[in-house]
């Protein structure tokens, strides 16, 4: 997780990113979201999960330095992915020295290192674990596709880490017009045994029914949250382990926009661990998943 410097509205995602809002001062709004983020870590670390905590430079100004699961992905077979970025003002966040750190000060083990950012001289983007929700464990790779999310990308990346790519669009209204969601993890979440999803968002009954297969075929109890729901971020979470216990990772707003039904669902197999967000989802359009760049490289 990137401890932000420079957390403001950015206005060049926001051309795409419909969830943003431009309603803070720059100083003010970095010096809230740096209490949301603080108090996050400590409601994680209370639990017992694991944070690995890096401070972002304060130069050159990385308004969305706190969401790095857009610009790297870490895998159990010791593979680093630096991924594409749409925003050129983005693509700073990219840290070659935070790789050194994770294996020098905390002995992680990184045994090969892809590099996607090449596409963006082409004009291809693929950003992370933003633009794909893994299923880790069936190998399958849920992606929905923007200008954000190139599907020769997605294909490229299961090919290197032999993953099925499920593809399909997945829109939102605005101003009465369907237009692409920006991210694939702000309808949908992966966990271990249930799946949270906005099935209102894929438009297309035959991509709408692949989905529905695959997440079947996986076992997984489907959790179907409202397109009102989505827009609270309620599809943004995921899935941790702590000391004793696993937890659904969300924020604030999204557990409760939630219904007590659609909680005791999720609490049937593991208990919501959620923290207020409310600026850094208004001003920077991501929420809590957005902001954990989980770690599966062995030690």
Same mark, same amino acid.
């Given at each position: 997780m990137i401890e932000p410097a420079a957390f403001k509205f950015n206005s060049e995602t926001a051309t795409n990113n419909f969830y943003q809002n431009n309603k803070l001062s720059e100083s003010g709004s970095q010096q809230l979201a740096?209490? @949301?983020f603080s108090d996050f870590i400590e409601k994680l670390k209370g639990k017992g999960i694991s944070t690995t905590v890096i401070k972002d430079t304060k130069i050159p100004i990385k308004p969305d330095a706190i969401f790095p *699961? /857009?610009? &790297?992905s870490f895998h159990e077979n010791g593979v680093v992915i630096l991924f594409p970025m749409w925003a050129e003002n983005r693509r700073q966040e990219r840290r070659l020295d935070l790789l050194s750190r994770l294996k020098k000060e !905390? /002995? =992680?083990k990184i045994k090969k290192q892809l590099d996607f950012s090449l596409y963006e001289k082409e004009n291809k983007f693929l950003e992370g674990t933003g633009s794909m929700v893994l299923d880790r464990k069936n190998k399958l790779c849920y992606a929905a596709i923007s200008l954000r999310? !190139? @599907?020769?990308?997605v294909q490229k990346f299961c090919d290197k880490m032999n993953y099925s790519a499920i593809l399909f669009s997945a829109n939102q209204t605005i101003k009465g017009r369907r237009v692409p969601i920006y991210h694939t993890n702000v309808m $949908?979440? &992966?966990?271990?045994?249930?799946a949270i999803i906005c099935l209102d968002t894929i438009d297309d009954t035959n991509e709408k029914e692949e989905v529905l297969k695959a997440l079947k075929k996986t076992n997984k109890e489907i959790i179907e949250i409202t397109p009102a729901q989505k827009n609270c971020f309620a599809g943004n979470s995921l899935q941790v382990m702590g000391n004793n216990s696993v937890y659904l &990772? $969300?924020? +604030?707003?999204? =557990? !409760? +926009?939630? +219904? +007590?039904k659609q909680v005791a669902k999720i @609490? *049937? =197999? *593991?208990p919501i661990l959620h923290s207020d967000l409310t600026t850094i989802e208004n001003i920077g359009g991501g929420s809590a998943r957005c902001m954990m760049a989980e770690v599966f490289l062995p030690k």
């Open positions: 740096l209490q @949301e *699961n /857009n610009w &790297i !905390h /002995n =992680f999310t !190139h @599907e020769e990308l $949908m979440t &992966i966990a271990d045994k249930y &990772i $969300m924020s +604030s707003n999204a =557990f !409760h +926009s939630l +219904s +007590s @609490e *049937n =197999f *593991n």
